[in-house]
């Protein structure tokens, strides 16, 4: 993940150890990222093939999305897609995506919140509950 911004470092590292997602051996890591004057994103794949995908999904997404009404995360965590028809079905094409639209929040920031709520250690596929 040499190819990235320092920033994202913590973030892409914890990222990489959620199973399900995807990682490759390219500079890249598998993920994208970007920062803009409005704030920055991460773009990452899941095996949907992977027992625990949907509960990857669930879990990021009650963390990012929904963790406290009264003090939401400014994040959103969210699918995103090429136009299937023109490309392909979920398994190639789909993507998600962590975006900030607050520059202030930092993505190593986000990584330790993620840290402290999801199942610990989140490599150890023993630790999440099985999907239903």
């Excluded at 990857?56 to 009404?69: D, F, K, P, R």
């Excluded at 398994?91 to 993620?114: F, H, K, N, S």
Aim: one cysteine or more; charged letters at 20%.
């Amino acid at each position: 993940m040499t190819k990235h911004d320092r920033g994202f470092h913590k973030l892409l590292t914890y990222l990489a150890r959620i199973p399900s997602v995807q990682t490759n051996d390219t500079p890249w890591g598998g993920f994208g990222s970007g920062m803009s004057d409005a704030g920055w994103w991460v773009k990452f794949s899941l095996n949907l093939d992977h027992h625990l995908a949907w509960n990857a999904v669930q879990e990021i997404a009650y963390v990012l999305n929904e963790l406290s009404l009264s003090e939401r995360l400014p994040t959103v965590f969210k699918p995103v897609s090429p136009p299937p028809y023109l490309n392909g079905g979920p398994r190639d094409y789909l993507g998600w995506v962590i975006e900030c639209q607050d520059r202030d929040t930092r993505p190593g920031t986000i990584a330790d919140w993620m840290e402290s709520r999801l199942p610990n250690p989140v490599e150890d596929e023993a630790a999440w509950p099985e999907a239903e």
